[in-house]
């Protein structure tokens, strides 16, 4: 059996490597609830709403400390009053990864989603 994807850790990608074509990235996305693909599927996407700012903030706090420790950093966090958005892309190969989904279960996770 295959590991969930928030159970594995993200492998940093020296480039080098194709992006996943469209297929592969709508199968990995069927394992992250609520995460879109955009760009021509070369990124992931998503946004989570929150009952206020402080919540919002520490949200983005906690993605950016999971961003850290997984050594794979979103694109962009966007938040203000209620709500914080996401978008998740590998730099290096200008495209997607297993490590965007792996990242995005996670958060997932963190939002208790």
């Known amino acids: 059996m295959t590991a969930s994807l928030a159970a594995k850790t993200c492998i940093p990608c020296k480039g080098g490597v194709p992006p996943l074509t469209s297929p592969q990235a709508r199968e990995l996305l069927a394992q992250a609830a609520g995460w879109q693909l955009a760009g021509d599927d070369t990124r992931i996407e998503k ?12 949200f ?5 400390d999971l961003a850290e420790s997984e050594f794979h950093h979103p694109v962009s966090i966007t938040f203000g009053w209620g709500f914080c958005a996401i978008v998740l892309q590998t730099k290096k190969i200008r495209g997607l990864h297993e490590n965007d989904f792996i990242m995005a279960a996670k958060i997932n996770a963190l939002a208790g989603a």
């Not at 946004?47 to 520490?58: R, V, Y």
């Not at 983005?60 to 950016?64: L, N, P, R, S, W």
């Open 60 to 64: 983005a706090g906690q993605v950016g």
């Open 47 to 58: 946004a989570f709403g929150f009952a206020n700012f402080k919540d919002s903030l520490d």
